[in-house]
T-cell receptor
């Protein structure tokens, strides 16, 4: 089955700096890779996703890159702000398995002001 | 648009007791998921419904966990009897359920369960 590894487990950056979180997946057939943000005590919320026919996607300060050959994808947050502090989860999906998502263990991002 | 609703938000029980959680998905969403999120980990899928049918329950501990979605809308997840290791947040999510595209899953606020 699919296995998703996420690094680092914690990340501290200064406000205004960039943050990068990386995930690797095991199943080469995975074709959908969402990123969720979860603030303390709140529900996970989708912030960006990428499909396997695209190498990069941007949405304002957030971008995701995908390397299918190496089976890894990364979340990039530029010009970080204190409100970016949260836990970020990556996930990988296989459409053949009914939209099943396998999540990484999460990255705690702290943005210091 | 109303989001995914869950209740209760918090529950404290003793081991060997029973507990049930309720989920109301976004209106019109055919697919419903139950996840278990243990502290410090990512959500783990327990069961997935498409309308009132089970798509995947391979990670559901069927000796103690059960779930149903009888009318293809609301769903309940039950644990009987609970163990200490069941302490976690139980998240419900839903998606449109078109079945042909990778779909966004929308999560509810979760039920935080503590088993003493």
């Amino acid at each position: 089955g699919e296995n998703v590894e996420q690094h680092p487990s914690t990340l501290s950056v200064q406000e205004g700096d960039s943050a990068v979180i990386k995930c690797t997946y095991s199943d080469s057939a995975s074709n959908y890779f969402p990123w969720y943000k979860q603030e303390l005590g709140k529900r996970p919320q989708l912030i960006i996703d990428i499909r396997s026919n695209v190498g990069e996607k941007k949405d304002q300060r957030i971008a995701v890159t995908l390397n299918k050959t190496a089976k890894h994808f990364s979340l990039h947050i530029t010009e970080t702000q204190p409100e970016d502090s949260a836990v970020y989860f990556c996930a990988a999906n296989r459409m053949e398995y009914g939209n099943k998502l396998v999540f990484g263990a999460g990255t705690i991002l702290r943005v210091k002001s | 648009e109303a989001g995914v609703a869950q209740s209760p938000r918090y529950k404290i029980i003793e081991k060997r007791q029973s507990v049930a959680f309720w989920c109301n998905p976004i209106s019109g969403h055919a697919t419903l998921y139950w996840y278990q999120q243990i502290l410090g980990q990512g959500p783990k899928l327990l069961i997935q419904f498409q309308n009132n049918g089970v798509v995947d329950d391979s990670q559901l501990p069927k000796d103690r966990f059960s779930a149903e979605r009888l009318k293809g809308v609301d769903s309940t997840l039950k644990i009987q009897p609970a163990k200490l290791e069941d302490s976690a947040v139980y998240l419900c999510a839903s998606s449109l359920g078109s079945g042909h595209q990778q779909e966004t899953q929308y999560f509810g606020p979760g039920t935080r369960l503590l088993v003493l």
